[in-house]
């Protein structure tokens, strides 16, 4: 099984709003990623977590602020976006970070709209 | 700095027809480096992935790839394509250090 869940599958909020994404993985997997996607474009790497810290924060604004709570769960907390931060986000997991044959597993992504 | 080039941004082919895509990178140190797809609608899958050995590589759906570290290329290729084919393919580079830079993307539409 190579699951990886998101919830929520579609997001809309405002400029001063709280939420949250949620990505969940159940394969044992100890390295975590959050990627955000534009139409059209590829996936960017924003934050990786390993064994449950922070390891790479790609210089994200800090409006955006994960949270890794234990090895199977990996949230996004999210608070005053702004309408360019309107994404799909997109939450992957591998085995271990950084060691060579590892090979990262995406979830379906939440489609986030910033009004 | 690492990077990843895809030369072809939008290909589009008849059923039946071969596909090669191409891809390549820059990075001083080892690559693991994989092609993804994007159906409409749907998440990243992978569809193959290079780490070392053969360089050549056999994947989901019929799809290959390979590796030239002479000329730092991992192209994907099949031999003959359907209609649901037509999605978005990227290839990827991952280091050791835990980055991973993917290309543009490349938009193949088959025609039926």
């Known amino acids: 099984d190579t699951e990886v869940t998101q919830t929520p599958k579609h997001l809309v909020m405002g400029m001063t709003n709280k939420k949250s994404l949620k990505c969940e993985q159940h394969m044992g997997h100890r390295a975590m990623y959050w990627y955000k996607q534009k139409a059209k474009k590829p996936p960017e790497l924003m934050f990786v977590y390993s064994y449950e810290k922070l390891s790479i924060n790609e210089s994200v ?14 949230n996004l907390h999210l608070h005053a976006l702004q309408p360019e931060d309107s994404a799909l986000y997109l939450c992957a997991s591998s085995q ?4 060579t044959e590892d090979t990262q597993y995406f979830g379906p992504g939440t489609r986030l709209t910033v009004l | ?25 820059s990075y001083g140190g080892t690559v693991n480096l994989f092609w993804y797809v994007q159906y409409p609608g749907q998440h990243l899958q992978l569809l193959l992935k290079y780490f070392s050995g053969d ?14 570290k002479s000329k730092f290329s ?3 290729r099949k031999p003959s394509v359907q209609w649901s084919d037509t999605a978005e393919y990227f290839c990827a580079l991952f280091t050791n250090a835990g980055k991973s830079t993917f290309g543009d993307g490349t938009t193949l539409t088959v025609k039926p």
């Open chain 2, 1 to 25: 700095a690492q990077s990843v080039s895809q030369h072809n941004h939008h290909v589009i082919l008849s059923e039946a027809a071969s596909l090669e895509l191409g891809c390549n990178y």
């Open chain 2, 74 to 76: 991992f192209n994907l």
């Open chain 1, 61 to 74: 604004p800090s409006r955006f602020s994960p949270e890794c709570p234990n090895s199977s769960l990996l």
């Open chain 2, 55 to 68: 360089p050549l590589v056999k994947g989901i759906k019929g799809f290959e790839a390979e590796f030239i």
């Open chain 1, 96 to 99: 271990v970070r950084g060691v």
